[in-house]
């Protein structure tokens, strides 16, 4: 055949290096609305659910079994179960009906209904829904801090510089999982540089992780896995009743907790039970509801090559994440892997989240370049900064962070990598030096950092954890002088002593102050309603550099 | 008679109601600071949350119609007396495969006789879902 210029161009844009796959209902590989989902169904005896979603209670699996005890508010279920799904999926996006009212019904339903509802929305009817739905008044945003080498002095110095464009949680994991003690402390230091409390985690294996936690290096926790069929949870190696006593762990120790899921995550683990990726995640949802935790991460997260194959794929995933917001749970909604070449795909799929507002619009934003963002690169890295904050202008949307000049970047940079060669020298930990410390300063990536011998970094690392906690952290920066991070430190570990950030959707504000779904909740009600930003933010939402002004004229 | 709190009149309870706050050794929020730190007069165990701060978070969330949340906030309140090193073990005993049904309701005994009669419920629920679904030790 002659070929089309046109069409050989077209082959080589970017968004035909994406992989696409036709839907495959009989493995599991469909978005949502397969013919193999369960329709919706609950039977009660002497309040006992013993029939849910088209199966008996002998035989419910250890899943069914969790969501019909604890996730789903009994009371009411039997009449919530009778209104049609279709009148459901209106209230959603009906100005006139209050989210309280609709979580009335929607945390009364089963797994198979809430799909159901899902299936009668388009992705418009999905944001508007989500805008209403959204726990917290105000969105917020997540970042990753990560690099290749596991570079502490550059980690401080990435997590003080999140902090001051005003993420309000920042999250590490490793290169090499023997560095976590030093990432966490990296984050815990770098993260507390500046006048803002923030909160920080490490991503690493269940025991460990709450390890992090238990010793004050880290102040939530967000990588805790559920499934949504019984064998990859299996092979996740947990069950409903060990996550749910970890999640009893975590508040005994005052630590905030959310859990995380997602469409494409059991299908990637080889066993969907034939269902949609959608009535899977809505199981996982409706189990991490029976736990008590106040939230998740979902949204597909590294699971996004999966849904973004197959149609539908954005869809579901705003789907999903409206799920959560409808069973009340706080939702970092996702926006963290790199799944397309293409910046159209790639900046559509964030609108999804970005416009209507989440609690945390991305669950991670890459604070680095992407070939250091160890959890396999995000949607969007620090070269987007600038787009983002044009976006944020030119539509009027908070999208949880605001501009810095060069100077406060450099500024606290600088003291988040000294304070961390401080404590290093104080615990007699391996030398940050002068260079690693200026490095760092200036650094776009672990490429611009000296090398660090690792082999004597992992030993420490080991022998530090095993003998200090933030406590002690908090000790050495005043030893060293840095009262100001010595006094945020104590502060934070003061917050697991109250318990009031372990509800839903809570975070500090840039005055300190706590803001969840509890004492600042979203009550979108139509225009006027709701989150608006206030003339104060908005002018520094505005500022830039390279904006003109009359003078320029 | 204990207090009930509410979420519109107490929370953040830091805020609206600091004086219910102490640590489980027995100290106020203001008491933590810098120099009682310095002094030696606060340490690591200062900077842990009480059962009864949890109690109250669980009214917290009850009243603010988080049935599921205040449940879990009970189970970690009866978790508070237990050390770091055994709730990691509990959790581990959990996981799949790890223990046979008499281990497990041997932990649900041990959390019983130490006041934590909920944690112990979910422990004796999740050895007869174990067994009927083969997560027991050597099911695998």
């Given at each position: ?29 469909i ?48 009449t ?43 992705v ?48 590490t ?10 990432n ?39 990588t ?21 006593f ?13 859990f ?17 990726m ?74 999804m ?16 370049p ?101 406590f ?82 | ?44 165990d ?15 969330a009850?009243?603010?119609g ?70 027991l030790?050597?099911?695998?």
């Amino acid at each position: 055949m002659k070929r089309s210029k046109r069409f050989e161009i077209l082959e080589k844009r970017p968004v035909n290096l994406d992989g696409f796959s036709e839907e495959w209902a009989e493995v599991g590989l469909i978005a949502m609305e397969s013919e193999y989902d369960p329709e919706p169904g609950i039977k009660l005896e002497n309040g006992l659910v013993v029939e849910m979603d088209g199966k008996h209670r002998e035989e419910f699996d250890s899943i069914d079994l969790f969501i019909a005890d604890y996730g789903i508010n009994l009371a009411y279920a039997e009449t919530a179960m009778k209104i049609d799904t279709l009148e459901i999926a209106r209230m959603l996006v009906d100005v006139n009906v209050s989210r309280e009212d609709i979580l009335k019904i929607t945390t009364a339903i089963t797994p198979a209904k809430i799909t159901k509802v899902m299936n009668h929305l388009n992705v418009v009817e999905i944001m508007m829904a989500q805008m209403k739905m959204r726990a917290r008044r105000r969105p917020s945003n997540q970042a990753h801090i990560t690099n290749l080498e596991d570079n502490p002095a550059l980690m401080a110095a990435d997590a003080a510089e999140a902090a001051l464009r005003g993420f309000s949680e920042i999250e590490t994991t490793t290169a090499v999982s023997r560095y976590a003690p030093f990432n966490a402390l990296a984050l815990l230091v770098g993260g507390l540089c500046g006048k803002k409390r923030i909160l920080s985690q490490c991503s690493l294996e269940e025991a460990m992780e709450l390890k992090m936690g238990l010793k004050g290096l880290t102040s939530y926790a967000e990588t805790v896995s559920v499934y949504g069929t019984e064998a990859v949870m299996t092979d996740g190696d947990d069950t409903p009743w060990s996550k749910g006593f970890l999640s009893a762990v975590y508040a005994s120790r005052g630590i905030k907790l959310r859990f995380t899921s997602g469409t494409g995550a059991e299908l990637l683990m080889g066993n969907t039970e034939k269902k949609s990726m959608l009535y899977l995640e809505a199981r996982c949802l409706f189990l991490t509801k029976g736990c008590g935790v106040q939230g998740t991460q979902n949204g597909s997260v590294s699971c996004i090559g999966i849904p973004g194959a197959v149609p539908g794929g954005f869809r579901v995933i705003a789907a999903e994440n409206l799920m959560a917001s409808m069973l009340n749970l706080e939702v970092a909604s996702g926006n963290d892997q790199t799944f397309t070449h293409s910046d159209m795909r790639r900046m559509s799929k964030l609108f999804m989240q970005f416009l209507p507002g989440t609690d945390f619009i991305t669950s991670g934003f890459s604070a680095m370049p992407n070939f250091d963002d160890m959890f396999a690169g995000s949607n969007t890295d620090c070269d987007d900064y600038d787009d983002w904050y044009i976006l944020q202008r030119d539509m009027r949307v908070d999208g949880g962070i605001l501009p810095i000049t060069e100077e406060a970047a450099i500024r606290i940079r600088n003291k988040a990598a000294t304070a961390l060669q401080a404590v290093f020298q104080h615990f007699d930990l391996p030398e940050i030096t002068d260079a690693e410390v200026e490095a760092a300063t200036y650094a776009y990536s672990s490429y611009d950092m000296p090398k660090r011998n690792m082999v004597e970094d992992l030993k420490s690392a080991e022998r530090f954890l095993m003998r200090y906690t933030g406590f002690d952290v908090a000790k050495a920066l005043w030893e060293k002088g840095f009262h100001d991070v010595s006094e945020n430190i104590l502060d934070m570990l003061k917050q697991r002593i109250t318990g009031d950030y372990l509800h839903t959707a809570a975070i500090f504000n840039e005055e300190f102050e706590l803001e969840s779904a509890l004492n600042d909740p979203n009550l979108y009600e139509g225009p006027e309603t709701g989150y608006r930003i206030s003339e104060e933010r908005w002018s520094k939402m505005i500022q830039k550099e390279n904006i003109l002004g009359p003078k320029d004229f | 008679m204990k207090e009930n709190l509410n979420v519109k009149k107490d929370y953040p309870i830091a805020d609206k109601r600091p004086e219910l706050i102490l640590t489980p050794t027995g100290k106020r929020i203001d008491e933590i600071t810098m120099d009682q730190v310095l002094a030696g007069n606060v340490k690591i165990d200062d900077c842990r949350i009480s059962d009864q701060t949890l109690e109250y978070q669980a009214q917290i969330a009850e009243s603010a119609g988080n049935r599921q949340m205040a449940a879990n906030l009970r189970r970690a309140a009866e978790l508070t007396g237990f050390s770091d090193e055994r709730v990691l073990e509990i959790y581990g005993a959990l996981r799949p495969f790890r223990s046979t049904k008499e281990e497990l309701l041997g932990i649900a005994e041990e959390l019983e006789a130490n006041g934590a009669v909920q944690n112990a419920a979910f422990v004796r629920q999740a050895a007869e879902v174990y067994e009927k679904r083969k997560k027991l030790k050597g099911d695998k």
